[in-house]
Structure formats: C-alpha cells, structure tokens
DNA sequence: CTATAAATTGAAATCCGTTTTCAATATCGT
DNA sequence: ACGATATTGAAAACGGATTTCAATTTATAG
C-alpha cells in the first residue's frame, strides 16, 4: 500500500501540478484528523494553526485529495460536503448520531454480498454504494438525551 | 391503510391550514407522478397544465406533503433534494443509473435484518437508513452506453 | 350572507454552501 | 536566474432551498 504522501505527490507530478507548502500543510492536517469533518469544519481547524491559507484553497485541495483518491466525499444529507480519508481505510458504512452529531463506521460483508445479489437479480452493474444508518448513538440514547439544541 | 387525500386533509385541518385549489392540484399531480422527481422538475412538469402556480408554492406544498408523511425527501447526492410518494409504498431502497438517471426501487429484507444487527452491536437505536446503489442499469450497460452527456 | 382575521400565494429577494474569477505570487524546468 | 505555468486568497458568482412581502384567498364568527 502506497503512503498518502507519496500518492499525492505522484498525483501532482502526472499531472503536471506543483508541490506548495499549502498544499502539503492541508494534507498533514487531513491525515492527522479522525473526524467527518466538513470542508468548513476542516477550514476553521486548519485556521488556527495556519491562518494564511484560504477557505478557496483549502477546498480546492480536498477535491485534490478525492481526485487521487487519497479522500472520499461524504454527504450525510446535511447539505455539507463531508470528507475522509480512504486510503488505508477500506470501505465502510455510517451509523450518524442525529443527537450529538457523531459518525461511526462499520463494516458488514453480509450486507455487501447481499447488494451484489441484488444488483445481479437486477441486472445492475454497481460502481458505488451508500448506507447509512442514522438514530441515537449509545451515549445519546442512554442519557435521555434527544437533541443538542 | 388512510388514503393520502384523507391523511393531507387531516393534517391541514389539525394544524389549521388551509385547503387551497393550489395545493389540491399539485397533491394529484404529485400522487399521479411516477419518477423521483426533483422540485424543479415536478415545478416544470406541473406548469404545463397549471402555468399559475409558483415554484414557491410548489416547493411549499411538497415539505407539507413530507410533514404529514405523504411523500418522503430523497437526497441521491446530485445536489437537488427528491420527493417520492410514501404512504402505501412501503420501506424501500434505491438503484440509481449514473448514466441514464433512472431510479429502480427494490426491497431486501435479509439486509433490513443485518442492519437492526449491525444497529444493536453499536448499541444504536436506528431511526432511519438510506442504502443506494450507484451504476449502470440494464439498458445503460447492455447498450455500452456510460454517459448520456 | 357578510365582515374580519388569518393563512396563502407568486415574484422577487435572500440565504448558504460550493465553485469560479482574477490579479498577484510562487513553483519548476531549463 | 528566467520565463512559462500553476497556485493563491479575496471576492464575486453560482445554484438550489427558503423566506419576505404585499395582494389575495380562505374559513370562521356574527
């Protein structure tokens, strides 16, 4: 398995693009944080450490990192654009706290091979797959809690 | 089972709305509708026959139609939020065609079990879920076709 | 059957996250 | 170091969802 690292910057260089202290200092910081955290979100992190670099770039290289396929972009109906690091992380599905906000992963290899078969009986090629499961997670639910606001 | 008229009726008489010829047409348009229309295409569709009603209105009466639970809210990631007709048309998850837009339905209860399993390890109270299935449909594929664009 | 209060309507404005523009700056191959 | 090219940050533009507002319609009370 290549490094995140090296991925990116074979990236860069196939495509012709440049190696910037920006781009390199976004990248530490993604891989470094564990979170679902939305472009914004990720923005304003990243602003505390390095408050140079803009809202602009800081997108722009996340749609990098989805395009060399070091990120994936998530979208849990919030209408923010969510991504996480999927290298080095296989494919996983979502349980999404609708109290306290929290993104779990799980995986399930029954539930995949059953997707299979349900695209076979429909004669479906799939290139992707979303599920998402959204409620209380176990803090939430056994505190009483219903809602953060 | 209610009839949707019945149940939308109730729901404007509980909450003291009011029954409007507006929202009477665009209630049976939308139940006659078979695809998983966007706002903007049901707006376009429903203008043909009914040029004065406004995509305000439109939008308005479609979020009425999801608070009484007439029609659900899709959100297939494409940037435009979905109604489909929910009442009578139980619990289902979707296929949809990257190349065409088609959107198929279907029903897995095997993956329903797994999920309330996979819910119950994480000692997670599932509230909703969402699984979609992206790629080719039938037609998409066996055409060789990968892009309507 | 009015009169009146309250809800609804359509057009336009606003919101809000995403994406693009653009002039200044930085990078990289030579 | 030079020159071509890519990148940057700020601000503007974009696109769909939502709200505003004055005019209109509905429902209720008299």
Redesign the interface.
């Not at 992707?128 to 209380?136: A, N, Q, S, V």
């Given at each position: 398995m290549k490094k995140p690292e090296e991925q990116f910057l074979d990236y860069l260089a196939r495509k012709r693009l440049k190696n910037t202290s920006q781009r390199m200092t976004i990248l530490s910081a993604f891989l470094r944080q564990k979170a679902h955290l939305s472009t914004e979100e990720f923005y304003l992190q990243l602003r505390k450490k390095h408050p140079g670099i803009g809202y602009a770039t800081v997108h722009r290289t996340l749609k990098l990192f989805a395009e060399c396929g070091i990120a994936s972009e998530r979208?849990f109906?919030d209408g923010q654009m969510r991504f996480e690091v999927s290298l080095g992380n296989e494919h996983h599905d979502h349980?999404v706290?609708?109290s306290c906000g929290q993104i779990?992963e799980?995986e399930?290899q029954?539930?995949e091979q059953?997707?299979v078969d349900?695209?076979k009986t429909?004669?479906?090629?799939?290139?992707?797959?979303?599920?998402?499961?959204?409620?209380?997670?176990?803090a939430c639910?056994?505190t009483g809690q219903q809602s953060v606001s």
């Open positions: 979208n109906g349980l706290c609708t779990l799980f399930n029954q539930i059953l997707q349900v695209a429909h004669n479906f090629i799939i290139e992707d797959h979303r599920l998402e499961l959204y409620g209380l997670c176990s639910h056994s």
